[in-house]
């Protein structure tokens, strides 16, 4: 089984400032084409909602404030500048495996 | 607009069975897996297992292994995840959750398990 690793568990902040979150795959995420990870916002009382997926590319009505990076077994999400709506908790997911998936413990971002 | 729409909360005793639906509209049911993911009080995603609806076919995840059922019905568009045995570890909410990479979801079900 693929397990996931993120860090930090809880990134405390400002509205404004720059967010990173990581995410390490216990084994090699690499294929022919994009990687297969996945970024998810989830808000309480709500459904998670996709961010990022084959590591880089935003969904549909993402704002480009949210960008991914990272391959092989490191994995990045940034949020350039904070807005209030974007404090939530973030997960990554892996689809290496495809259809099986796994998510990482999720990162907390939360208002300084 | 692709709209999963999952089934009310549910309350239920330690031993019983809970069978949650999802229904889904603007899109082909069969052309994607259905997947299920938990979510326990603090903690984070867990992924529960898949159907194909075009078959029937099933895969879980180790530990939802065994008291955990997935079904899909296309004539109705619909997909169900069914839990036996309910222990007080299954409080949770559970989300249906489709599309290449899950990209759509159901709004969530929350299941208590009380005595």
């Known amino acids: 089984e693929i397990v996931l690793t993120q860090s930090p568990d809880t990134l405390s902040l400002s509205p404004g400032e720059r967010a990173t979150v990581s995410c390490r795959a216990s084994?090699?995420?690499?294929?022919?084409?994009?990687?297969?990870l996945a970024w998810y916002q989830h808000k309480p009382g709500r459904a998670p909602r996709l961010l990022i997926y084959?590591?880089?590319t935003r969904a549909t009505g993402i704002p480009d404030r949210f960008s991914g990076s990272g391959s092989g077994t490191d994995f990045t999400l940034t949020i350039t500048r904070l807005e209030p709506e974007d404090f939530a908790v973030y997960y990554c997911?892996?689809?290496?495996?495809?259809?099986?998936?796994?998510f990482g413990q999720g990162t907390k971002v939360e208002i300084k | 607009e692709v709209q999963l729409v999952q089934s009310g909360a549910e309350v239920k005793k330690p031993g019983a069975t809970v069978k949650i639906s999802c229904k889904v509209s603007?899109?082909?049911?069969?052309?994607?897996?259905m997947h299920w993911v938990q979510q326990a009080p603090g903690k984070g995603l867990e992924w529960m297992g898949l159907?194909?609806?075009?078959?029937?076919?099933?895969i879980y995840a180790e530990n939802f292994q065994g008291r955990v059922t997935i079904t899909a019905d296309t004539s109705t568009d619909t997909a169900y995840m069914e839990v036996s045995s309910l222990r007080s570890e299954d409080t949770a909410v559970y989300y249906c959750?489709?599309?290449?990479?899950?990209?759509?979801w159901g709004q969530g079900t929350l299941v208590t398990v009380s005595s």
């Open positions: 084994q090699s995420l690499k294929t022919s084409y994009s990687s297969p």
């Open positions: 997911q892996q689809y290496f495996n495809s259809p099986r998936r796994t």
């Open positions: 084959g590591a880089s």
């Open positions: 959750a489709t599309g290449g990479v899950l990209d759509y």
């Open positions: 603007g899109y082909t049911f069969i052309d994607y897996f």
């Open positions: 159907v194909d609806p075009e078959n029937g076919e099933t």
